[in-house]
Every structure is written in structure tokens, then in C-alpha cells.
Nanobody
């Protein structure tokens, strides 16, 4: 069974930075695409970014372009979400998910529980 665990959330001031981590416990981690999602209170879940098994990036949300980046370390079975110049509207529960399909297929099999990110002064 594949497990997905996020970490790194917390309180950050506007304009600050935060890095989230997503560990995918799979022997074939390098075969998976991994996406980051977020859900703010009262809103639907929103896709943010995805990184494919071949290390290419897909942006799901224009609002994070130029501020958020995604990367992966296959040796550590970890995908990172680097959040820079954060804004109060970035406040949400951030989750990651893994799939053996492409990022553009948007069909995820395994989900983490999420980590809270709060942007406030």
C-alpha cells in the first residue's frame, strides 16, 4: 500500500517563504507523478502544481506562477513545494497526491492527509 505524508506547514508572514515536503512510500516512487493541491475554508479543492516522473512541471493554478515551484528527490522519495512571496490568500490545507499517470491526466490514486499553511502577520 502506498502512503503519502505531507509536512512543513505552519504560520508564515505575508511575503515570506515556506517549503512543504511530500513523502511517497513506494518502491517505484520514480514512476509516479506527484501533485500538490490546496483547500481553503469554504472553497473547493484547487490543484496547484504537478511534477511528472520525468521531472517536468505542470501548473494547475495561474495564481502561483512565479511564486511556487515544485521539485523531487527520488532518492528520498520526496516531492517539495517551495512557496515564496506568500499571500494571505494562500492560506489553506495543502495536500499532495501520487499517480502513475501523467500530470495532465489529473487522476490521482493516493492522497495524503494535508498540512495547514496560514499566511498572516
Amino acid at each position: 500500500q502506498v502512503q503519502v505524508v505531507e509536512s512543513g506547514g505552519g504560520l508564515v508572514q505575508p511575503g515570506g517563504s515556506l517549503r512543504l515536503s511530500c513523502i511517497v512510500s513506494s518502491l517505484n516512487f520514480d514512476h509516479y507523478s506527484v501533485g500538490w493541491f490546496r483547500q481553503a475554508p469554504g472553497k473547493e479543492r484547487e490543484g496547484i502544481l504537478c511534477i511528472s516522473s520525468s521531472d517536468s512541471t505542470t501548473y494547475y493554478a495561474d495564481s502561483v506562477k512565479g511564486r511556487f515551484t515544485i521539485s523531487r528527490d527520488n532518492a528520498k522519495k520526496t516531492v517539495y513545494l517551495q512557496m515564496n512571496n506568500v499571500k494571505p490568500e494562500d492560506t489553506a490545507v495543502y495536500s499532495c497526491a501520487a499517480t502513475k499517470f501523467r500530470c495532465t491526466d489529473d487522476a490521482y490514486d493516493y492522497w495524503g492527509q494535508g498540512t495547514q499553511v496560514t499566511v498572516s502577520s
